[in-house]
């Protein structure tokens, strides 16, 4: 019962502090764990990975990495024995395997497709996010609430119904399998989040910075554009980071709309195959890379993540 | 250039005139602000959806686009409320957010609750709960995949471990019984961060004097906590049931890397059914039928839920 003394005037006791963080760091290992677990695998050899019991102390090996960027043919002793010396380590790791390396896997083109639709579709829905949240902000728009919940509520859609007419449209236009198309729908996806994050922001800066810089002499465009953007600086900023790790995760509309050239990595991952079954160093090792972007984002952002995540509902 | 002359002319005029005349160069500059955005989501999201209930009303199939078209009315709505298979689809959908939900609500709330303690680090601690919400859904789902393997798997490891079973029986994948509970234990280990930061706000948003005003009155911790913590919390709470039970009626990326369904279809979550339907079996018109059921009753459901949740703001 000592817990309860939540927000009494009676600070809590040091042992009910001592019981509270007993149970938060047991609690965050069972979330970190798994993650850990996953940077491991990729350092191990595939025959530790899938060694029973699991393996937690191993001799740490780069093959995942190798594997996740080649595809490998597997070839005669004789036929490797008659090839120059190894040029360099994932070279040498593949020979002892019986393989030989054949050329680049498509992980690199995936990675890329990634940071390109990820960056493109986040510069376009800020760009338009900002300048909606601003008019939203400070001008009387007609209809203003339900605009602002129409533009809400095309985030509530189930991504595979709306994913069914897009493909009939991308064909129509040619846009399946393009970077554009996918760029064009992470914009209408994030622009929702964009003008509803941003809205908050540009709503805490108040109106006084614009109205004296009007008086100065300004235009309306000026006065948003030396004093509001400067001072939205900051949610701008998070605003992309959002988006950003929205369009940097996305699967569904990735997996449906995407098969080769526009691909991305999340959907990519998943078929690495190597021999007999999943790869699983090099799926933990793709996975790795592909996650660190987001733990850099996430604490960079973790003051800013409550307002994210809510549409700017809750805001402390 | 038009601006400049309209502010110049505007400050030289009475104030009731010049309103008007910003009025009217701000109300275009509103416009031309908004309607790119506006603009954007009626062609990416809105003409999409009328196309869709176009095609739930025929027998159309995207991979025969040169078959005639066949108007069938409300024939596909008809079938879709006949199917035995949706029905179990939606049960699934339903025993999924269900129980996700009621985990991650009460996992969540009690995070919370005991962060707000705030002991020495709990900064950094609470940083890394918070980590798998950030992450992708589908790696996520993937990775999991692995952990659940049986026998090599850690999370199979782990329980047999735990609990003495055989390590070649934890089959949480394969399992008719154990792979509806699969998903559902990722989801949480996913999403508890996400009920627990809106809980947090919601706890730190209850104003010290209330406490002490009940400290005064004597009211004991049970007392408090039933009386003023909770009660507080709730538009908070009901907030992140709000947005997890939409996003997980939704539910896709996870679900179909881990189990795709299966086995059977015991993990066919509604968004697998569609998929399914409309990119495996290739029923454009009737999948877009479905598709807009989905779309109806998640609206619906949020549309209700903002209801009440407003009633319980006015309290």
Redesign the interface.
Known sequence: ?S???????VA?SSN???I??T???A??L??????L??FA?SFKTPPD??????KIVFQPSIEGYCNLFTTRTRQTPEYINALGPATGFCDETVRKRNMVIAGPSNFLPRFVNSLIIAFGSTFCAVF??T??A???S????PLADD?LF??L??R??????????????Y?ELGLSDTALGMI??Y??VN??LA?WLLKGFIDEIPREYEEAA??D?Y???QAFWRTVLPQATTGIAATAIFCL?FA?????FA??LTSGTAQTA??F??TIIGEGG?D?PA??AG?TI??VP??V???LL?KQ??RG??FG??R? | ML??TA?NVA?ATPEPLAKKIR?I???G??????S???L??L???????F??IY?SFTNYR?NRPNEVVKNLGLANYQRILGDHDIWIAMQTTAHFVFWTILLQTVIGFT?A??????????AF???????????????VG???R??Y?P????FS?VISFVTGIP?TNVQMLSNVELAPWAIIIVDT?MWT??VM??CL?G????P?Y???AA?VDRAS??R??WSI?LPMALP?IM?AVL?RG?EN??M??MV??LTGGGPGSTTEV??IT??RQ??ESWR?GY??AF??I??VA??GL?NIYVKALNKVKQR
């Open positions: 019962m817990l309860t003394t939540a927000h009494s005037v809590p009910a502090k001592l509270a963080g149970i938060i760091i609690y965050a069972i979330s970190i764990v798994p993650l677990w996953i695998t990975s899938i060694a029973y019991p699991p338009l996010g300048l909606s601003y008019g939203f400070r001008f009387k728009v605009l129409f533009i509520s095309t509530f859609m189930p991504p595979i119904a709306v994913a069914i007419p897009i493909y009939l449209m064909r064009l729908l914009t209408a622009v929702s003008v009007m008086i002499g235009t309306r465009l790790i940097w995760n996305e699967y569904a997996a449906l999340p959907p991952i998943p999943q699983w799926v933990a996975t592909f996650l987001i733990l984002f996430t604490i973790r993540l409550l995540i809510t509902a809750v402390k | 601006n400049r502010d400050r009025g160069s701000d109300k500059l509103a416009w031309l602000f908004i790119p955005t506006i954007l989501l062609a990416i999201n809105i003409f999409p959806l196309w869709a095609l995207a995070l609750w005991v962060i707000d303690r705030k002991f020495r680090g709990h601690w609470t940083t890394i709960i918070l980590v798998p919400m950030m992450l992708s859904p589908a790696v993937n990775f999991w692995f952990l393997e026998q090599i798997g850690l490891y390590p280990w961060p996400y930061l809106i706000a706890l730190r948003s209850i010290e209330i406490y002490e400290e911790n049970w408090q906590f913590t908070f907030l947005f939409i009626f939704k896709f990326d179909n890397l509604a968004s569609l998929k409309a990119f454009t999948s877009s598709a807009i989905l779309f998640v609206f949020a």
